[in-house]
């Protein structure tokens, strides 16, 4: 009986915690583009597997009058702490996308918010781009994420990384941005 009683307390527990897992991943969707936004003269498209049922990757996409703002992103670790952690990165970056900055200036102050607001050591590498939409003018900040990748009609393939660091990790780090156009 007490074996019965110990494997039905361990079902319920391991019940909970795919409640839980359920929960974030539905959260975690909620933080991603529910659909894509519609620029005239421009394909847009996205796709995402997350590592695992949850965790710290995200995509951002959003149009404004005349702009498209992209980030993609990954918080450091993996599972819930991390898509707990990027809940708190697209918060801000949403809220400082609103102020309209440049890219370097968004990615200099959500270094302070992060490092302000998170104690654990995580970081994020964050790139974001803002896209003039009717000239193909990018202007972007990499804050240690992978470089951009511009593959142009010619066949030559640019790498763009203009920025900085990683987001969130150390205080009073300086994040340049970057200028490219699309044809």
């Known amino acids: 009986q007490q074996e019965n009683a110990r494997l039905a307390t361990e079902e319920r527990r391991l019940r909970e915690l795919e409640r839980e897992l359920d929960a974030a991943r539905t959260i975690q969707h909620s933080l991603l583009p529910a659909s894509m936004p519609d620029v005239p003269g421009w394909e847009v498209a996205a796709a995402y597997e997350p590592a695992r049922q949850v965790g710290g990757d995200l995509y951002h996409l959003e149009k404004t009058d005349d702009s498209l703002h992209l980030a993609v992103a990954d918080v450091s670790g993996k599972g819930m702490p991390a898509c707990l952690y990027m809940v708190n990165v697209v918060t801000n970056m949403r809220a400082l996308a609103a102020q309209r900055l440049g890219p370097a200036d968004l990615m200099t102050r959500l270094n302070k918010l992060l490092l302000s ?12 781009a803002t896209v003039d939409t009717a000239s193909g003018r990018v202007s972007y900040c990499n804050g240690g994420h992978n470089p951009a990748l511009v593959l142009r009609v010619s066949g030559e393939i640019e790498w763009h990384n203009d920025g900085g660091t990683l987001v969130g990790l150390l205080p009073d780090i300086p994040f340049v941005g970057g200028e490219l156009t699309l044809e």
């Open 117 to 128: 607001t998170m104690t654990d050591g995580r970081f994020v590498t964050l790139f974001w």
